[in-house]
Nanobody, 119 residues
Framework: QVQLVESGGGLVQAGGSLRLSCAAS????????MAWYRQAPGKQRELVAF???????NYADSVKGRFTISRDNAKNTVYLQMNILKPEDTAVYYC?????????????WGQGTQVTVAS
């Protein structure tokens, strides 16, 4: 089985920074894509940042220029560097990975990590 374990959430003042990490472990062939989503209370889960093959990345308009997604393929880990945080960034952040294993592709989610930005 594959597990995604997140870390790095917490409480920060507006304007501050946090770095989230998500490490994939278990038995698999390769990781196709990794991404970060977030869900604020009463809202739908939304894509924050995406990392595809060949270094491609995409960001939600609301975080462009402030957040950076990166991957360490040797460690099967994805990071989300969040700068100039705003109260509206407060949410539970979830890691997602599309992973090749047992002859097909599988979708996995992390358990979520809370990010709270105080004004």
């Amino acid at each position: 089985q594959v597990q995604l374990v997140e870390s790095g959430g917490g409480l920060v003042q507006a304007g501050g920074s946090l770095r989230l990490s998500c490490a994939a472990s278990g038995s698999f062939f390769s990781i196709n894509t990794m991404a970060w989503y977030r869900q604020a209370p009463g809202k739908q889960r939304e894509l924050v940042a995406f990392s595809g093959g060949a270094g491609t990345t995409n960001y939600a308009d609301s975080v462009k220029g402030r957040f950076t997604i990166s991957r360490d393929n040797a460690k099967n880990t994805v990071y989300l560097q969040m700068n100039i945080l705003k109260p509206e960034d407060t949410a539970v952040y979830y890691c997602h990975a599309n992973i090749a294993a047992r002859g097909t592709n599988w979708s996995y989610w992390g358990q979520g990590t809370q990010v709270t930005v105080a004004s």
